[in-house]
């Protein structure tokens, strides 16, 4: 993010200020460049890109280095966009699928659903269970939580949370680093709010020796499809984990030291203009003093004369 201040205008600005020695002129400026330092700290994430907190290294590269199974451009007779998951779900951690993807005609993910049935979501790169939904509401009420917000949006209680990493800017990845999506909470609630080319996964594709199950660090506390009971299984995701963008957070922070620091800046120049004023009113009654104090022995000389 660009500084709010450009530093080469401010310099011309405060050279170009009538009355002002070069003496008063750093005081503002020198403030007014904290301002940018301590707004930029404030709205800029230390991250390098909105959601990217999780730094990758060599080892630790995104969907570790696969792409997203060619399946997914069928899934569920649907027809995706192989490019857009590739872009999405592997090569980014900031940007999303269009708004509403999942309506789109050649999509239409939600007629491809059986109402009366959870469903269960898997990794479009290497088939890790990662959403059953419905659950703990409607089909009805799942389908027109997405439809609201553009995207397939689940609860807590329908993520599998053993599969999913929730950063603390709120963005999400599965265990074999696959972009998900980011948590948007709404009611204080978590809400998940999840790029359909990503959960479009076959889970049995884990069972490839080369590509699949590669991908799995079966170091990690994982459970693959094949252990996933729906009859026994309850998420131990928090409703409200307090990990989502604060973008918000910080505008408003923002604005408020904007404002503090310009009305500090403004009582700067208003107090330093009146202590100039008082000085040059001193300094010429200094000045008449002294004129006066110049003639007046001559005045006495010439009345002795006459």
């Not at 789109?104 to 990662?130: A, H, I, M, R, W």
């Not at 950063?167 to 696959?178: A, Q, Y």
């Not at 709010?193 to 170091?219: M, N, Q, R, W, Y």
Request: hydrophobic share 30%.
């Amino acid at each position: 993010m660009q500084h709010i201040f450009n530093e080469a205008q401010l310099n011309r600005n405060t050279q170009s200020s009538p009355k002002t020695s070069n003496n008063n002129k750093m005081p503002s400026s020198t403030l007014i460049l904290l301002t940018t330092t301590v707004l930029t700290s404030f709205v800029v994430s230390p991250t390098k890109a909105y959601g990217s907190s999780y730094s990758t290294t060599p080892e630790e590269k995104q969907c570790k280095g696969y792409k997203p199974m060619e399946s997914i451009s069928t899934y569920l007779t649907m027809n995706l966009d192989y490019d857009l998951a590739d872009r999405i779900c592997c090569n980014n951690h900031v940007y999303a699928e269009p708004f509403g993807y999942h309506l789109q005609p050649q999509v239409n993910f939600y007629s491809k659903l059986n109402p009366d049935q959870e469903t269960v979501f898997y990794d479009s790169v290497c088939g890790l269970p990662l959403f059953v939904a419905p659950r703990g509401r409607t089909f009805e009420e799942f389908v027109q939580e997405s439809k609201k917000h553009g995207w397939p949006s689940f609860r807590p209680e329908e993520l599998i949370s053993e599969n999913v990493i929730i950063h603390k800017d709120g963005r999400m990845e599965s265990k074999c680093l696959t972009h998900l999506g980011h948590n948007l909470p709404e009611g204080g609630v978590d809400r998940y709010c999840i790029d359909l080319v990503c959960i479009a996964g076959d889970p049995s594709f884990l069972e490839s020796k080369d590509t699949g199950a590669a991908l799995i660090d079966h170091s990690e506390d994982v459970i693959e499809s094949s252990e996933l009971d729906l009859n026994t299984y309850d998420s131990s995701a928090e409703n409200w984990s307090g990990k989502y963008p604060k973008t918000k957070e910080r505008l408003i922070t923002a604005a408020i030291v904007i404002v503090a620091v310009g009305t500090l800046i403004f009582l700067v120049v208003v107090i330093r203009k009146r202590m100039l004023k008082n000085k040059e009113e001193k300094e010429e009654t200094k000045a008449m003093h002294s004129g006066k104090e110049e003639v007046f022995p001559i005045k006495i000389q010439s009345d002795t004369i006459a």
